[in-house]
Nanobody
Framework: QVQLVESGGGLVQAGGSLRVSCAAS????????TGWFRQAPGKEREFVAA????????YYADSVKGRFTISRDNAKNTVYLQMNSLKPEDTAVYYC??????????????????WGQGTQVTVSS
């Protein structure tokens, strides 16, 4: 079992920056990739970014490419999402999730095996 805990959400003005973290505990060696997803009120959960276990491969949604950066510190079992140039449409609950399957990094939330509780990010205009 792996437990994920997000932190670092909050309220920021448009154009500002925020970094959210995802700390893992338990059988972390079973995790092949970690993804960040977000869900705004009334909308489906959507992919934001993902990173493989080595940190050598990263993936981004088009809507955040060039503004967000995903990274990881394996010594701390933590994955980060640095969010710059934030927009009001980035407002959502941000979740991190772990993928066990080793057949490539997945972008579909349905293919992730365990989830954190989420952290709220609110961007004011």
């Amino acid at each position: 079992q792996v437990q994920l805990v997000e932190s670092g959400g909050g309220l920021v003005q448009a154009g500002g920056s925020l970094r959210v973290s995802c700390a893992a505990s338990g059988r972390t060696s079973s995790t092949y990739a970690t993804g960040w997803f977000r869900q705004a009120p009334g909308k489906e959960r959507e992919f934001v970014a993902a990173i493989d276990w080595s940190g050598g491969n990263t993936y981004y949604a088009d809507s955040v490419k060039g503004r967000f950066t995903i990274s990881r510190d394996n010594a701390k079992n933590t994955v980060y999402l640095q969010m710059n140039s934030l927009k009001p449409e980035d407002t959502a609950v941000y979740y991190c999730a772990g993928q066990v399957t080793r057949r490539g990094v997945r972008l579909d939330p349905g293919e992730y095996d365990y989830w954190g509780q989420g952290t709220q990010v609110t961007v004011s205009s």
